[in-house]
């Protein structure tokens, strides 16, 4: 395997007076999953709004394929093939399912082939083929979910973000939701999973990083998935 | 009805075709306000300027065609340069400090036009022949307010056009919902913003070839009156979306239109009393807009 494909080396994230994220390091390198878990506050979104650009980040660095991505404007970000799926979502109500697809467009590095891309996407999530004409407003939450995954597979990028996929959703959406990330590991991109359930994600990832005050605490493997005395210890540490 | 109120079928045709000068300039504010959630308070300027270039035309004994074309470029330049030297520098500042730059830009432009073409301003004479009457089932309509009804209606038509069929249409539209989700999935902001831009100083240049018709003497403060009624004409209707902000604009150019010609001659100073009066109205019974459904934003 190649080097990482995204690489965070002692981030620091400060809102005014409160510091978010203090000398965060991961890496994720392609195919890999790796898991943000922590409290509330602990700075899992907040390292996830810097990669992307829309944190105020004041120090270390964040490098994809070893380019530098500090400073430059989120759109470039994406167009350099990273994409997020936002925490809520954030999909286009007032807009088709179609045209939020066409919107992830946006962030691709070629050109042509669109069709094609979006029936990669459609395999993996059948339901966004399916009501590709609906106003994506009319969408329930799971199937928003779905959409706003597929809206950021278009862009064909070499990391994905994603900001707790499983917020608020019914165990069966979420039990999707985790299937497509296996499959989208399989396709060769580096994930970075920032999840509330943490169980759940310390399963499926690769490794998961425990943050508490912006601090990485602990890495734990799939292994430790079942020990719950120390997913609470990590939590509580 | 008609009758009663003293309004003839001239004065309602003159109405549509005012709401529908107002519509167009609506549209305008509206896409800008759209992608930078600011009211650029200097687009009767651009408007004013659109208009001084067809007065030089006309002093000068250029052809019509010519004539407009300077108008457009005139418009077009001076719009790139507010997004260079203004907009882009200031977009990621408060929507105050914005809001406030575009007052600046707005009295510049007045300032630069008083200068130099004087407070008693030109003539842009080449088109005043559209202000003559063609009789349509023995009523008397002025040209101008036929081509301005058709220019209007193809306008809004290639608007739709390029917001709903073409992919930087979709863009806007994602930009004015959602900007950073937008920059996010890839959307570049300064091309979104600059298309924007280009596109409402299009319109501000048909804005003004229609206004100079109607009214041919073209000083600093041209168009100043139209832009506050076309602005209290957005709020009414909603600006947060370029429907209801058309609507808003329209409404409001076909009341003050229908006023104008409702009112007696010895009144009609009483017109800007009556207008805003209702538009204060509107607001206190539907804050978010006559015709805005679903949630607000933040308004400047």
């Given at each position: 395997m190649s080097g990482p494909a995204l690489e965070v080396k002692g981030l620091d994230v400060r809102y005014g007076g409160v510091q978010a994220v203090r000398g965060l390091s991961l890496t994720v390198a392609p195919g890999e999953i790796v898991g943000l878990i922590g409290a509330n506050g602990a700075g899992k979104s907040s390292t996830l709004h810097a990669i992307m650009g829309v944190a105020p980040v004041t120090g270390g660095e964040i490098a994809?394929?070893?380019?530098?991505?500090r400073g430059r404007s989120p759109e470039h970000i994406a167009r350099s093939g990273v994409a997020l799926v936002p925490e809520g979502?954030?999909?286009?109500?007032?807009?088709?399912?179609?045209?939020n697809l066409r919107l992830g467009l946006a962030g691709r590095r070629g050109r042509g082939g669109a069709a094609a891309l979006f029936e990669s996407v459609f395999e993996l999530f059948p339901m966004v083929k399916q009501f590709r004409r609906r106003h994506a407003g009319a969408l329930s939450g799971g199937q928003q979910q779905q959409l706003a995954i597929a809206r950021a597979l278009v862009a064909e990028p070499d990391v994905l973000l994603l900001d707790e996929p499983s917020l608020g959703l019914a165990p069966t959406v979420v039990d999707v939701v985790f299937e497509a990330l296996a499959a989208i590991r399989e396709r060769g991109l580096a994930v970075l999973l920032v999840e509330q359930r943490a169980q759940r994600t310390v399963a499926a990832a690769d490794r998961s990083h425990v943050l508490a005050n912006g601090e990485l605490r602990l890495t734990l493997g799939p292994e430790d998935a079942d020990d719950t005395e120390k997913l609470v210890g990590a939590y509580f540490s | 009805m008609l009758a009663v109120w003293n309004i003839d079928w001239q004065t309602l045709v003159d109405a549509v075709a005012q709401g529908a000068i107002?519509?167009?300039?609506?549209?305008?504010?509206?896409?800008?306000?759209?992608?930078?959630?600011?009211?650029?308070?200097?687009?009767?300027?651009?408007v004013m300027a659109g208009a001084f270039a067809l007065a030089?035309?006309?002093?000068?004994?250029?052809?019509?065609?010519?004539?407009?074309?300077?108008?457009?470029?005139?418009?077009?330049?001076?719009?790139?340069?507010?997004?260079?030297?203004?907009?882009?520098?200031?977009?990621?500042?408060?929507?105050?400090?914005?809001?406030?730059?575009?007052?600046?830009?707005?009295?510049?432009?007045?300032?630069?036009?008083?200068?130099?073409f004087g407070p008693l301003g030109k003539i842009?004479?080449?088109?005043?022949?559209?202000?003559?009457?063609?009789t349509v089932s023995g009523v008397d309509i002025r040209k101008i307010t036929i081509v301005a009804i058709v220019a209007v209606a193809i306008c809004l038509v290639l608007l739709f056009v390029l917001?709903?069929?073409?992919?930087?249409?979709?863009?806007?539209?994602?930009?004015?919902?959602?900007?950073?989700?937008?920059?996010?999935?890839?959307?570049?902001?300064?091309?979104?913003?600059?298309?924007?831009?280009?596109?409402?100083g299009l319109l501000a240049a048909v804005v003004a070839v229609m206004l100079t018709v109607q009214t041919p003497l073209v000083t600093p403060d041209f168009a100043?009156?139209?832009?506050?009624?076309v602005l209290a004409g957005v709020v009414v209707g909603g600006m947060n979306r370029p429907i209801p902000a058309t609507l808003g604009g329209f409404?409001?150019?076909?009341?003050?239109?229908?006023?104008?010609?409702?009112?007696?001659?010895?009144?009609?100073?009483?017109?800007?009393?009556?207008?805003?009066?209702?538009?204060?109205?509107?607001?206190?019974?539907?804050?978010?807009?006559?015709?805005?459904?679903?949630?607000?934003?933040?308004?400047?």
């Open positions: 994809l394929g070893g380019r530098s991505l979502r954030r999909i286009f109500a007032e807009l088709t399912v179609e045209e | 107002y519509a167009l300039m609506a549209v305008g504010i509206g896409l800008v306000f759209g992608v930078l959630r600011l009211v650029n308070f200097a687009y009767g300027q651009l030089l035309a006309s002093q000068w004994g250029w052809p019509n065609w010519a004539g407009i074309l300077l108008c457009f470029a005139a418009v077009l330049a001076l719009s790139l340069l507010e997004d260079r030297l203004v907009f882009r520098p200031l977009r990621g500042h408060s929507p105050a400090v914005m809001l406030v730059a575009t007052f600046a830009v707005a009295f510049l432009l007045q300032s630069v036009a008083l200068l130099w842009a004479s080449s088109l005043a022949y559209l202000n003559r009457p063609v917001l709903e069929r073409t992919t930087i249409g979709l863009h806007m539209r994602a930009a004015s919902m959602d900007f950073e989700t937008a920059r996010m999935l890839g959307v570049r902001a300064d091309r979104v913003i600059t298309f924007a831009v280009v596109v409402s100043l009156r139209d832009t506050i009624v409404a409001i150019g076909f009341a003050d239109g229908l006023l104008g010609g409702a009112l007696p001659t010895n009144q009609s100073q009483y017109l800007p009393s009556f207008l805003f009066a209702a538009v204060i109205l509107v607001l206190l019974v539907r804050p978010r807009g006559l015709f805005t459904f679903g949630k607000t934003v933040e308004r400047v």
